[in-house]
């Protein structure tokens, strides 16, 4: 309970306190259950006093001196302590409702199961603070210092995060939902087990940043950065909202959440590739499974007149993707009169296209076709003599590596270095076409 003389003290105003403390430096003052509300204690020296179980609703603190005071389930709604110093101080299970702690010093400060709805948390310094199971919902806390903290299982849902750094803190557990992420850092902090719902960061930070069994729903990556350098401790959620709203995560973020492949192929093929039918006077550009109908496969060919192929690869896709990204393209183009195809061109983004001419497309179209129409091999009915224990997969994988290694690539394939990478990457394209078509014998082309 409140001392009664340190009470009557306080009472007669701040400057008679802040006498009687210089006075007395060796008494930590007791103020504990104290009715303290509505009262202007602005520049008070209320440094390593005892608040517990304090009522300080709607009063004013404003640059008093708090450090090392104990504020442990003290009623502090609506309450101002704009610039006041909070080093050290405890605030666990307190009520910060619609308190105001703006530019507040809060280093090593402990808010530990704090409810701070509609806290106005701008602008403080909570370097090495703990803010473990604190509830910040609809609380604002721009440009705010959180760096080094320890921030396990709070709540952030529809608040404010503006500009603020929560660099190399632990926010593991935590939810974050429908808040606002403008320019926020969140250098390697601890992302392990924390919910990221209904978010779009913009121009906030992540490198370095931990994730295992992180669950990210609905959230819009496009202009975040970072995401390539996170550390993947183990798998984590990503939902499919997420990724119909990011067309640009990296590859290898998508593979550190351990993705299962066929997901991580899909998103390659909606975002980082277009497919264009072309003539010399236009180009119509298609999302990659658009060239899988077959109306809109007869419209720009027949139609139209079409005569060229062009595959477009964005710079998010890896080397490797190529492969993944052409094999559908031309799974769905075998089905299509080769003769009205002269080329394909493989446009990669930041590299010179590759070129393949028609003598190159006509071929690789007519062995896919050839392949196609093969019976499965069984034993009953050779396909070529002697080699009938082979599958047809194997046979025209052959032909074709034969026929590849004897072909002397066009002027553009051979002055160009990135072309002709991704000419050697197209004698792979049918290791990769045959091998799945070799699961899927049965199966019709456009199911593909």
């Given at each position: 309970m409140a001392k009664s003389y340190q009470l009557r003290i306080l009472e007669q105003g701040v400057d008679a306190w802040n006498n009687w403390?210089?006075?007395?430096?060796?008494?930590?003052?007791?103020?504990?259950?104290?009715?303290?509300?509505?009262l202007d204690l602005s520049n008070a020296n209320l440094s390593h006093t005892n608040l517990q179980f304090a009522f300080l609703n709607y009063s004013t603190l404003d640059d008093a001196d708090l450090s090392h005071a104990s504020l442990n389930e003290a009623q502090l709604k609506g309450a101002s302590l704009k610039g006041a110093d909070l080093y050290c101080a405890?605030?666990?299970?307190?009520?910060?409702?619609?308190?105001s702690l703006n530019r507040a010093n809060l280093k090593h400060a402990k808010i530990t199961e704090a409810l701070c709805f509609y806290t106005d948390l701008s602008n403080i310094d909570a370097d090495s603070a703990s803010l473990d199971l604190a509830t910040f919902d609809y609380a604002m806390m721009v440009n705010a210092d959180v760096r080094n903290a320890s921030v396990c299982h709070a709540s952030f849902r529809n608040a404010d995060l503006s500009e603020s750094r929560f660099d190399n803190s632990d926010l593991s557990h935590a939810s974050i939902s429908n808040?606002?992420?403008?320019?926020?850092?969140?250098?390697?902090?601890?992302?392990?087990?924390?919910?990221?719902?209904?978010?779009?960061?913009?121009?906030?930070?992540?490198?370095?940043?931990?994730l295992s069994d992180t669950v990210i729903s609905n959230v819009d990556f496009s202009e975040t950065l970072g995401l390539s350098d996170c550390i993947h401790r183990g798998p984590s959620f990503v939902d499919e909202q997420t990724l119909?709203?990011?067309?640009?995560?990296?590859?290898?973020?998508?593979?550190?959440t351990?993705?299962?492949?066929?997901?991580?192929?899909?998103?390659?093929?909606?975002?980082?590739?277009?497919?264009?039918?072309?003539?010399?006077?236009?180009?119509?550009?298609?999302?990659?499974?658009?060239?899988?109908?077959?109306?809109?496969?007869?419209?720009?060919?027949?139609?139209?007149?079409?005569?060229?192929?062009?595959v477009r690869l964005r710079s998010a896709i890896q080397i490797e993707g190529v492969l993944d990204a052409i094999i559908p393209v031309l799974t769905a183009l075998h089905t299509i009169d080769p003769s009205a195809i002269s080329v394909m061109e493989i446009q990669y983004e930041n590299g010179a296209p590759c070129i393949l001419p028609s003598e190159v497309l006509h071929h690789a179209l007519y062995e896919v076709e050839s392949f196609l129409t093969l019976p499965p091999s069984n034993g009953s009915k050779d396909i070529l003599p002697g080699q009938s224990e082979l599958h047809p997969a194997i046979l025209a994988d052959h032909h074709?590596?034969?026929?590849?290694?004897?072909?002397?690539?066009?002027?553009?394939?051979?002055?160009?270095?990135?072309?002709?990478t991704l000419y050697n990457h197209f004698i792979e394209i049918f290791d990769r076409l045959f091998s799945l078509l070799s699961l899927n014998a049965s199966r019709t082309p456009s199911s593909f």
């Open positions: 403390r210089a006075a007395h430096p060796d008494i930590f003052p007791d103020l504990s259950r104290a009715y303290l509300n509505k405890s605030f666990k299970r307190a009520q910060l409702q619609h308190a808040t606002s992420l403008q320019e926020t850092s969140f250098h390697r902090v601890r992302l392990i087990e924390t919910k990221l719902e209904n978010l779009k960061p913009i121009r906030t930070v992540f490198e370095g940043a931990e119909d709203n990011t067309p640009n995560l990296p590859e290898k973020f998508l593979k550190g351990e993705l299962p492949a066929g997901r991580i192929l899909d998103y390659v093929y909606r975002f980082s590739v277009t497919v264009g039918f072309a003539k010399k006077e236009w180009v119509q550009m298609l999302p990659l499974d658009a060239i899988l109908e077959p109306v809109v496969e007869g419209k720009f060919l027949a139609e139209q007149g079409a005569n060229k192929v062009i074709l590596k034969r026929w590849f290694a004897a072909y002397q690539p066009s002027s553009p394939l051979a002055i160009n270095p990135h072309s002709r």
